[in-house]
């Protein structure tokens, strides 16, 4: 991002040839700084070839980058088969409608009828609904037709608007935004996020640059359909952008609306600034204009730091980068209504979508759940409406909806229980899931299951674990749980994946979401992290403990040797932390216990019945589980004693006391190999899927590119004769990762023909696979 220069025009200095030649050479060079700068002159000489002022910027320089990546065939733009990998990165630099009007821009000069004709026949049936173009792939595109579209198994509601679209509703409604933006501020992530992407210290800088936006707008206007009024203007003849800019009217409107028929409404405004950006660029070529060039540099910089704020950047790895797009209230305004959301899934031919599971994060009290999914099925019913679809009722496509828990940080700690408001805001949330399907049958055929979403680092599966049972006595059959996405540590990755599945009782058919700790190369993770890693020391035992437990379960037989190596840690690190030396049999059975509701343990019944989530089994849960069978009374006590201590606050703090481990003096590649086959074979045997989300893992996890995404090293185990459970896909947040259910399938295809050099019957033979998995695995 060009931050010097949108600060230059910000405060009206002038922006030069130069300085974008200058900047646009130093950005090159934050890419890798281990590239000499002799060999970017180079790269640069390249890029500037015959660009040599503003219009050739956009004109030849940008317009390649566009002709790159993109073709026309049959009045449809489509990315072309071999970039799809690079459209998907470029995508977090550029919004994707102003490179779709340049390969437009291409077409409308070469005919003759320019009126609207042109715009119908072109713009719009590529814009109307998406601004993201896909690749046409002949092999996925008959798969995608056969089907009907294609099975989307873990897709968030919110966080899925694309980036074209949210502009066009800032343009609108400025305030609005602001509004939302200060609530946010108070954040100190979304601060982060905002000083790590801009130069904006406060949001009322930001709605200025919204209200620029606004007036470059009507000044391009202008000049298109109104050139005189611009030639008469003293500051716009002697390049006085500030000036121009102050004395212009921001106006809420989209100017260019004027030029489409009364017939034409607002949902089409991407279609519209689409339209705005072809006659610029014609405009621009026939008459180049420096101070109208500028303007639109401007402009387009305004939305692209924009962008920058709603979809995850290349440079952004982790999830909390991920979590600051979630938080900035950016997208707020613009997700209240939901039909604009499925319109934009669908794709703008409207076959991309065959079966659909929307997640949500479910309101607190009936009423409002009650209204909460109304609106979500009001959205999807206008968009089966709007398309106005003339197929059979087994040809429609479906929506389903998984209630997801979010997992957040312990900010007002117990001094007793662990997450204490956390677990009584879940279990009430899920009292009213099942009170709600209880009282109202018909909403069991539309939320039909329950996930945990959010950070791992805030909140354990433990946490949710006797509330997923409470609902599964209740009568839901569907779980899911993000786990093993991000870690400290791949044990913990691991050792998040078993606690889900264990602590929250899934079984046959549920689901694991993400499970990246469990596919990654652990050479590639070896390279990121270096030879030491920050850890909490109690992580670090708590992953011991768990490795100790795996290998004697799954009888792993390379890893028998370690065990008194293990143990040997284990008892210096439960000293450190629980002031006591316990054999590693109490340990593991009092980790084991986590899984027990520590309200019913440490509280009267009384108190829970007055909170509303009293529940007779996890009462006894502990004792039902047998979790100290085998035990005699001491042993028993002592580990109650440890689980106490665990949940204890003092203990909590030498829990939590950070220490510095080489990753690698436990296991080595290889054995932290065999332990993710462990985990992959644990989950085959109990037919445990994942949902596997190729764009959201490549840019939250540690991986560099498509070329590393885990999910080769899944089919290579698998190739190689080892337990692989089934893989479904899913897009996770269309938005933030500016992505399709049909983009993350040509994603991956690609990457396997590409970077992997499979043939095209052997990449669509997995996936086929994982399209009959999502079939065969959706929830229903």
């Known amino acids: 991002m060009d931050n010097e220069s949108l600060s230059q025009y910000m405060v009206g200095n002038d922006v030069s040839f130069e300085d974008i030649k200058r900047r646009l050479f130093l950005l090159s060079r934050s890419q890798n700084r281990l590239i000499p700068d002799h060999l970017y002159r180079l790269y640069q000489e390249k890029a500037f070839e015959n660009v040599f002022n503003f219009s050739d910027i956009f004109l030849i320089g940008v317009k390649q980058l566009s002709e790159n990546h993109l073709e026309v065939k049959d009045k449809r733009v489509y990315v072309k088969e071999e970039m799809q990998n690079s459209w998907q990165e470029l995508l977090t630099y550029i919004p994707p409608l102003f490179l779709q009007s340049l390969i437009m821009y291409n077409e409308y000069i070469k005919v003759e009828n320019k009126d609207l004709f042109f715009f119908k026949d072109l713009i719009f049936p590529n814009t109307k609904y998406t601004s993201i173009p896909s690749a046409k792939i002949t092999q996925l595109e008959h798969l995608l037709n056969d089907n009907k579209g294609f099975h989307d198994l873990h897709m968030h509601l919110n966080g899925s608007l694309e980036t074209d679209q949210i502009w066009q509703d800032y343009l609108s409604h400025p305030t609005l935004i602001y509004r939302d933006l200060k609530k946010s501020f108070s954040n100190s992530k979304v601060k982060e996020q905002i000083e790590q992407e801009s130069s904006l210290l406060e949001p009322l800088i930001y709605i200025n640059l919204l ?229 109202y049958p018909k909403y069991k055929s539309k939320l039909i299951g329950i996930d945990a979403a959010s950070s791992e680092f805030d909140a354990p599966p433990e946490v949710f674990a006797p509330t997923y049972r409470a609902l599964r006595r209740k009568g839901i059959k569907h779980f899911t749980y993000h786990a093993g996405e991000d870690f400290y540590h791949i044990l913990d990755g691991l050792r998040s994946i078993y606690e889900a599945i264990i602590f929250c009782n899934l079984t046959k058919t549920d689901r694991i979401g993400h499970a990246t700790a469990a596919g990654i190369s652990i050479k590639l993770w070896s390279e990121i992290i270096g030879k030491s890693i920050l850890i909490k020391q109690g992580i670090h035992l708590d992953n011991l403990i768990f490795a100790y437990h795996l290998i004697v379960k799954s009888n792993a037989v390379q890893l028998q040797r370690l065990i008194p190596q293990i143990i040997n840690e284990v008892n210096n690190l439960s000293f450190n932390i629980y002031n006591e030396y316990y054999p590693i049999l109490i340990l593991e059975q009092a ?169 095209q019957s052997k990449a669509m033979k997995f996936i086929k696979k994982i399209d009959e998995n999502s079939k065969i695995y959706k929830f229903k």
């Open 211 to 439: 209200k620029d936006a606004q007036k470059i707008r009507h000044i391009l206007y202008e000049y298109i359909f109104n050139p005189d009024s611009l030639k008469n203007d003293k500051n716009f003849r002697t390049n006085n952008i500030n000036k121009l800019l102050s004395n212009q009217v921001a106006g809420y409107r989209h100017p260019f609306l004027d030029q489409i028929s009364s017939d034409w409404d607002t949902p089409y405004l991407m279609s519209v600034e689409s339209y705005m950006y072809v006659l610029i660029l014609e405009k621009i070529m026939k008459s180049p204009n420096e101070v109208i060039t500028k303007l639109l540099h401007y402009y387009l910089l305004i939305l692209g730091l924009t962008n920058r704020l709603l979809v995850q950047q290349t440079h952004q790895n982790g999830f909390e980068q991920f979590q600051k797009n979630t938080l900035n209230g950016l997208r707020e305004q613009s997700e209240k209504s939901y039909s604009r959301r499925y319109l934009q899934m669908h794709g703008n031919e409207s076959k991309f979508l065959s079966f659909l599971e929307g997640r949500f994060s479910p309101k607190v009290t009936q009423l409002e759940l009650i209204t909460q999914i109304e609106a979500i099925y009001k959205g999807w019913n206008k968009m089966i409406k709007t398309l106005n679809l003339s197929l059979s009722e087994n040809h429609l496509p479906q929506l389903k909806l998984i209630a997801h828990f979010i997992k957040k940080i312990d900010a007002k700690p117990n001094p007793y229980i662990r997450h204490k408001a956390l677990r009584l805001e879940v279990a009430k949330k899920g009292r009213n899931i099942s009170s709600l399907l209880k009282n």
């Open 591 to 759: 980790w084991l216990m986590r899984e027990c509701c520590p309200l019913h343990c440490f509280n009267e019944k009384n108190y829970l019945q007055a909170q509303g989530i009293f529940d007779d089994i996890e009462n006894n849960w502990f004792l039902n589980r047998k979790i100290i069978k085998g035990y005699n009374s001491i042993t028993n006590d002592k580990i109650i004693e440890l689980y106490q201590k665990y949940h204890n606050m003092s203990i909590r703090k030498n829990y939590d006391k950070v220490i510095s481990i080489d990753p690698f003096e436990m296991f080595d590649y290889n054995q932290l190999e065999i332990l993710q086959l462990e985990i992959l074979k644990f989950m085959t045997i109990h037919e445990i899927v994942i949902e596997t989300l190729p764009t959201s893992n490549v840019r939250i996890g540690f991986h560099k590119n498509y070329s590393t995404y885990h999910l080769l090293n899944w089919i290579n185990w698998n190739e190689q004769g080892y337990s692989i459970p089934p893989i479904v896909l899913g897009s996770d947040d269309t938005g933030i990762f500016a992505t399709n259910i049909y983009n993350e399938f040509a994603n991956l295809y690609c990457s396997l023909i590409n970077d992997h050099k499979l043939s």
